[in-house]
């Protein structure tokens, strides 16, 4: 199984291939329709994220020492964001996650979305999964 | 060059030259701004006001007695009759400078905290910005006073015949918006007030959104408060203006003690100095108050008749030419309202369109509008809000329908 590092490495391949904004923003859209769901009884208040203009729910569950998530949004753009970090850091173990450094989306020429006060809330979102982490590596210990 | 196909007088690419930010591009396309609605762009005029000021004469006002002091002094108190003039305000100590529409709000509400009793009636739109429901709730907390809301219809106007009942001897205060920041009705003021002062109730009119497209008279209007943000009108942020009847600001406490608001200070007693300056404690944004008049003097020039009518110009262009787009439905379809259009396409969520006509250059507002009452209201998580100015063309309008169309392309 690939780690955190091999994935991203993967995903800015994979982004290398576009010429341009138009084709990045197409794949992006694309890998939203792969994002692993969230079931609908865990689309609660709890699981929004706060700081976007969509509205984006995680929920992240261990199995055996691998944190897995799954996610969705009502904007299309956000659900590719998501559905990125997600390929990254999902069936990762908690300790992993923490540690792991975000700067490939400023590789893949996301990187206005990486700004704290954007709407979207891309940091908000790392944010939450690294809190998931956080909370379940303690569970682990 | 003249635009050959507008009614009026207008030469929009001379007056587009006075505005130094749209030459710029974005993301490599020239900028297409059409965000208007939530801050206007400032003209190179008052910019050099904004220069001359801390070039020439910058010092703090009403106090010194040495000549720079004296003329900062001056222009402030200049900039202040402009805005009286402007509005046709009485008497200039009627125009209190605040920080901009929120501030003047809050103002009001904090004043009339005092004034109000447990089961009197607030009355508000359905239509309101947040800034001008949250006050009013708070003071509601504070007196025990009640909050009721006017109603509105599917074409995003207020149901004047549930204002009529709601309207009692019990109404002290009626808030309404003078044109909607999420739609663009022009809600009909003139009757609001004058039914309002039937009841005995005094009336705020939110001008924030009317003031770049409407010249309000005060006077005749007869409206009790009339508040505005001069960001919105060519000015600079972080200035704006609170209209009051003299004697309702004579009625009102000062909202914030300190220098400038006072007559004079023992530590028993403490005496407020006249109007305006009871409300306009410390120093205030000199430069600011003086770049409002300096926006004022812009926009008078070119002619608030020219700019209306210019502007509808553009709103029913750019309208028609949304409307061919197939699923795009406009939200607030008043036979009155300003240069602005919210809209949505089928189920398209109104970030993801912002997101990627930004992409193409074009600037346009997203989201709820910090109005969520009317996005409840039609059930939408938000809008993409294009609104409109007097330096915006119909060619910006062609290149904001061909990067919305290609944003439903890239979406569907």
């Not at chain 2, 929120?102 to 109000?116: D, Q, R």
């Not at chain 2, 997101?355 to 939408?380: E, S």
Request: proline share 3%; with cysteine; glycine share 6%.
């Amino acid at each position: 199984m690939s780690n955190i590092k091999e994935i991203q490495d993967e995903i800015v391949d994979e982004f290398e291939m576009f010429d341009d904004w138009m084709q990045r923003y197409e794949h992006m859209i694309e890998l939203g329709k792969s994002l692993p769901l969230i079931e609908e009884k865990y689309k609660t208040e709890d699981n929004l994220i706060k700081g976007c203009q969509s509205k984006v729910w995680v929920h992240a569950n261990l199995e055996g020492d691998r944190l897995i998530f799954t996610a969705d949004s009502d904007a299309i753009i956000t659900k590719g964001i998501i559905a990125i970090l997600i390929r990254a850091y999902s069936n990762q173990h908690p300790k992993d996650i923490i540690e792991a450094d975000t700067t490939f989306i400023d590789e893949i020429g996301l990187k206005e979305h990486l700004s704290p006060t954007r709407a979207n809330g891309l940091v908000s979102m790392i944010k939450q999964l690294k809190m998931y982490a956080v909370a379940y590596q303690t569970q682990l210990n | 060059m003249k635009v050959a196909s507008t009614k009026v007088n207008f030469d929009v690419e001379s007056i587009r030259k006075d505005f130094p930010i749209l030459s710029r591009e974005v993301n490599g396309k020239p900028l297409v701004y059409f965000d208007n609605a939530a801050t206007s762009q400032t003209p190179q005029q008052v910019i050099d006001a904004i220069v001359d000021y801390y070039s020439r004469y910058n010092a703090n006002i009403h106090r010194g007695v040495h000549t720079l002091s004296q003329e900062a002094t001056d222009a402030y108190e200049q900039a202040r009759i402009k805005v009286q003039k402007h509005f046709n305000a009485d008497k200039s100590h009627e125009i209190i400078l605040t920080s901009g529409t929120t501030h003047a709000i809050n103002l009001v509400a904090s004043g009339f905290s005092s004034l109000l009793k447990e089961n009197e009636e607030i009355i508000v739109s359905a239509l309101e910005h947040h800034s001008n429901i949250v006050p009013w709730q708070m003071l509601c907390e504070k007196t025990g006073a009640k909050l009721k809301v006017i109603p509105m219809n599917d074409n995003g106007t207020l149901n004047m015949e549930e204002y009529e009942k709601l309207l009692s001897e019990k109404t002290k205060l009626v808030f309404v918006n003078h044109v909607s920041n999420a739609l663009g009705t022009i809600n009909p003021v003139e009757e609001i007030i004058r039914k309002a002062h039937n009841v005995g109730a005094a009336v705020l009119l939110d001008g924030a959104q009317a003031a770049p497209h409407i010249k309000a008279n005060v006077q005749e209007l007869d409206v009790d408060f009339y508040v505005v943000s001069a960001h919105k009108m060519c000015g600079p942020t972080g200035v704006g203006m609170l209209y009051g009847k003299e004697e309702w600001l004579k009625k009102l406490p000062p909202y914030q003690g300190g220098g400038e608001m006072i007559a004079t200070v023992t530590f028993e007693n403490t005496t407020y100095a006249d109007l305006p300056h009871k409300f306009e404690a410390g120093t205030p944004d000199i430069c600011g108050g003086i770049a409002f008049g300096a926006a004022l003097d812009y926009m008078n020039a070119i002619g608030f008749e020219n700019i209306a009518t210019y502007e509808h110009e553009l709103l029913e262009y750019a309208t028609e030419k949304l409307l061919e787009i197939e699923g795009l439905r406009i939200y607030g379809t008043s036979a009155e309202k300003t240069a602005v259009i919210s809209f949505n396409i089928g189920d398209i969520h109104p970030y993801d369109i912002g997101t990627i006509i930004d992409k193409l250059g074009i600037a346009v507002r997203t989201g709820h509008h910090c109005a969520q009452p009317v996005m409840d209201y039609y059930k939408i998580p938000g809008t993409v809000r294009a609104s409109f100015s007097f330096y915006n063309t119909k060619e910006e309008i062609d290149k904001f329908i061909e990067a919305v169309k290609r944003a439903k392309t890239m979406l569907s």
